[in-house]
């Protein structure tokens, strides 16, 4: 079985500081890992992935993530916020089943100016 | 390129009522989903279908069903809906790059 645990509800940071939305995880096999942003009333849209290769993977809107094997952790990190950054963020990882992820519950970003 | 289009943006619909949500892609992609949100679950994966003409459960299959008739049509059946199926209905496609892309979503509320 799989799963994804993403431990804090909100996340609150000012803006221009950096930000972190931290994500683990256990899956069998090598882990496919995934975080995308929900804006309000609107789908999930992808942010990043990494599949293999370096441990740190940079994405859309100057979102990077590093991959901790060791911890079995995928948390999300921008070295400095912005207010649009104010989202619900979900990561998510696919194991063994081809194209199946499964999804955290989400983590609910603000950033204040 | 419009992506994914799901229709009806949202519906509100007597318990007992068979429902059909629609889902159509213009990607050319094999694999597609449908899956629920509620608060504090976050996704949660109904049925799936890695091509056309085929179909599978996912985490919460049950009083649901699904077609894959051809490549850009997943439509996802409630076959007499139950209040506990009120939720955010989003359907989804995966690329080539393994990512998956999303449609707007269906708010459907039972009575």
């Known amino acids: 079985a799989q799963s994804v645990a993403q431990p804090e509800d909100q996340v609150n940071v000012a803006e221009g500081n950096p930000l972190t939305v931290k994500c683990t995880y256990s899956v069998s096999g090598n882990p496919y890992l995934f975080w995308y942003v929900q804006y309000p009333n609107r789908g999930l849209q992808f942010l990043l992935k990494y599949i293999t290769g370096d441990n740190l993977v940079k994405g859309s809107y100057g979102f990077e993530a590093e991959f901790n094997k060791s911890q079995t952790s995928f948390h999300l990190k921008k070295p400095s916020a912005l207010v649009s950054d104010s989202a619900l963020y979900f990561c998510a990882v696919r194991g063994s089943s081809w194209g199946k992820l499964q999804f955290g519950a989400g983590t609910q970003v603000v950033v204040t100016p | 390129i419009a992506g994914i289009t799901q229709a009806p943006t949202s519906q509100i619909l007597a318990a007992g009522r068979r429902m059909t949500l629609r889902c159509t892609q213009d990607?050319?992609?094999?694999?597609m989903y449908w899956y629920r949100q509620d608060l504090g679950l976050g996704l949660r994966l109904i049925h799936y279908s890695n091509t056309a003409g085929t179909t599978g459960k996912g985490e919460v299959p049950d009083g649901y069903s699904v077609s894959r008739a051809n490549t850009d049509d997943f439509p996802l059946t409630l076959a007499s809906a139950v209040p506990s199926q009120t939720s955010v209905y989003f359907c989804?496609?995966?690329?080539?790059?393994?990512?998956?892309?999303f449609g707007p979503g269906t708010r459907l509320t039972v009575l």
């Open positions: 990607m050319r992609h094999n694999a």
């Open positions: 989804a496609s995966r690329g080539t790059g393994d990512e998956q892309f």
